[in-house]
């Protein structure tokens, strides 16, 4: 199952490459959130997934499953999310002030 | 345990809570925000004071003991950094009260700001590899805000290539803590270099401290400085200001704190590295200041070597 994953996060990881690499705007905005899903499965496949019981003192086991990776993939997805709707919020201002959506165009100028 | 650890982090952020609130009154979200440096600066000096006599102080948050719970940690460099970047952040805000303008100081310019801090202290107090991550993030998420406030066409331009590198540079440095968690099975600063040097840093291990390098050369403007002239020239020269104090220099806190505390067991790789990286910086830096015929662009190229020098140094004495 790990190595399904890792190979699923592998996926991603070129998609989203491809994705940044272009030049709409939207296209690399959601190319940079696909990066942060695979970087996020990649946390969660690298540590191993289900191991041994939850980690509760009442489930009485000889083994537990680490919960340290889910509270770090929890608070990295909490922080993408945000980042990813201020990214388009911020995508779309820049698109209605100046009216370009391609990088190229987005270079800016030497004087202004 | 020293409670005093917390109050550079604690006091910025609750003084920008009240701020929210204080949003018509700008002369109190003024006196509110020197007041808050002013007391993170003393706490600072009190705790350099602390650490020269008994040596690095440290904070359990809520009480976990060390290699599970969240560590503050703060040595003399630390509760130096912190002091230096309250008395810097502390002129820059004096500047700020008379030059970015009634509009900025109503929409939220002062909290901003005062969460900036809160990231940046806590960057430099933390002893947990994943809470420098989030005090990165907190750090950058009111530098965001930050550049685009104003909303001129070209400041949204810059901030949004300035958002979209550093978004990137985020996930690689999510990336990174997986390999090193993977590998070493610990997030705590002095755990993690105790594990290491134990069980020897091999060729895997290096290469997610090159990885760790990249992330941080991003932020710290170290070779991939690229996004750093436009970013820096859109704000208002105060705030920007602000930014070339604070921002780049924790990316090299970082690196500091990285490769002299975890990754230094082969110097040959990560420090040829390091000097390499540092000196293309001094050399494109000057030569990019040097090609500008505007001050701004001048002053931003040297941020970017200033950056140089340091690295160099990081390189040649780790």
Same mark, same amino acid.
């Given at each position: 199952?790990?190595?399904?994953?890792?190979?699923?996060?592998?996926?991603? &990881?070129?998609?989203?490459?491809?994705?940044?690499?272009?030049? !709409?705007?939207?296209?690399?905005?959601? =190319?940079?959130?696909?990066?942060?899903?695979?970087?996020?499965?990649?946390?969660?496949?690298?540590? =191993?997934?289900?191991?041994?019981?939850?980690?509760?003192? #009442?489930?009485? @086991?000889?083994?537990?499953?680490?919960?340290?990776?889910? /509270?770090?993939?929890?608070?990295?997805?909490?922080? @993408? %999310?945000?980042?990813?709707?201020?990214?388009?919020?911020?995508?779309?201002?820049?698109?209605?002030?100046? =009216?370009?959506?391609?990088?190229? !165009?987005?270079?800016?100028?030497?004087?202004? | 345990? $020293?409670?005093?650890?917390?109050?550079?982090?604690?006091?910025?952020?609750?003084?920008?809570?009240?701020?929210?609130?204080?949003?018509?009154?700008?002369y109190a979200q003024r006196a509110a925000g020197a007041a808050a440096l002013l007391v993170s600066a003393a706490a600072a000096l009190v705790l350099a004071e602390q650490a020269a006599r008994n040596g690095m !102080?440290?904070? !359990?948050?809520?009480? #976990?003991?060390?290699p599970f719970g969240i560590t503050l940690a703060g040595d003399m460099l630390a509760a130096l950094l912190v002091l230096t970047a309250n008395i810097a952040g502390l002129a820059c805000l004096l500047y700020v009260?008379?030059?970015?303008?009634?509009?900025?100081?109503?929409?939220?310019?002062?909290?901003?700001?005062?969460?900036?801090?809160?990231?940046?202290?806590? @960057?430099?107090?933390?002893?947990?590899?994943?809470?420098? &991550?989030?005090?990165?993030?907190?750090?950058?998420?009111? *530098?965001?805000?930050?550049?685009?406030?104003?909303?001129?066409? +070209?400041?949204?331009?810059? @901030?949004?290539?300035?958002?979209?590198?550093?978004?990137?540079? *985020?996930?690689?440095?999510?990336?990174?803590?997986?390999?090193?968690?993977?590998?070493?099975?610990?997030? $705590?600063?002095?755990?993690?270099?105790?594990?290491?040097?134990?069980?020897?840093?091999?060729?895997?291990?290096? /290469?997610? *401290?090159?990885?760790?390098?990249?992330? %941080?050369?991003?932020?710290?403007?170290?070779?991939?400085?690229? #996004?750093?002239?436009?970013?820096?020239?859109?704000?208002?020269? /105060?705030?920007?200001?602000?930014?070339?104090?604070?921002?780049?220099?924790? +990316?090299?806190?970082?690196?500091?704190?990285? %490769?002299?505390?975890?990754?230094?067991?082969?110097?040959?790789?990560?420090?040829?590295?390091?000097?390499?990286? =540092?000196?293309?910086?001094?050399?494109?830096?000057?030569?990019?200041?040097?090609?500008?015929?505007?001050?701004?662009?001048?002053?931003?190229? $040297?941020?970017? %070597?200033?950056? +140089?020098?340091?690295?160099?140094?990081? +390189?040649?004495?780790?």
């Open positions: 199952m790990e190595t399904f994953m890792i190979v699923i996060a592998g996926v991603l &990881f070129s998609i989203s490459t491809y994705l940044m690499l272009t030049r !709409q705007l939207l296209r690399i905005i959601l =190319g940079i959130a696909l990066f942060s899903h695979a970087a996020h499965l990649m946390l969660l496949a690298v540590s =191993g997934l289900k191991r041994g019981a939850a980690p509760f003192v #009442w489930e009485r @086991s000889a083994e537990y499953t680490d919960p340290l990776p889910h /509270a770090l993939m929890l608070t990295s997805i909490v922080i @993408s %999310f945000a980042l990813t709707a201020y990214a388009l919020v911020l995508g779309y201002r820049t698109y209605m002030e100046t =009216g370009f959506e391609d990088m190229k !165009q987005l270079k800016g100028t030497e004087h202004e | 345990m $020293n409670n005093l650890l917390v109050i550079p982090i604690l006091v910025p952020l609750l003084a920008a809570m009240a701020m929210v609130f204080l949003r018509r009154r700008i !102080q440290t904070l !359990q948050l809520g009480g #976990w003991p060390a009260f008379g030059s970015i303008g009634r509009e900025r100081e109503a929409h939220y310019a002062h909290p901003f700001l005062m969460i900036l801090f809160c990231g940046v202290n806590g @960057s430099f107090l933390t002893g947990d590899i994943f809470n420098l &991550f989030v005090f990165f993030e907190v750090m950058l998420i009111a *530098s965001y805000a930050l550049l685009s406030l104003g909303g001129r066409p +070209g400041q949204l331009r810059e @901030s949004l290539k300035y958002v979209l590198v550093n978004m990137v540079s *985020s996930t690689l440095f999510v990336a990174a803590l997986a390999y090193l968690y993977a590998s070493a099975g610990t997030l $705590n600063m002095a755990h993690l270099s105790e594990r290491i040097a134990a069980v020897g840093q091999d060729g895997p291990l290096t /290469a997610v *401290s090159l990885l760790f390098l990249v992330v %941080f050369s991003l932020k710290a403007a170290l070779f991939l400085f690229f #996004w750093l002239p436009g970013a820096y020239g859109a704000p208002p020269p /105060a705030v920007a200001a602000v930014f070339a104090a604070l921002l780049t220099k924790v +990316g090299v806190y970082a690196i500091l704190r990285v %490769f002299t505390l975890i990754f230094y067991h082969q110097p040959h790789i990560t420090h040829t590295a390091l000097i390499g990286m =540092g000196a293309a910086t001094m050399l494109l830096g000057a030569l990019g200041a040097a090609a500008q015929d505007r001050i701004r662009p001048i002053l931003a190229y $040297n941020v970017v %070597f200033s950056v +140089g020098f340091a690295v160099f140094g990081i +390189g040649v004495g780790g």
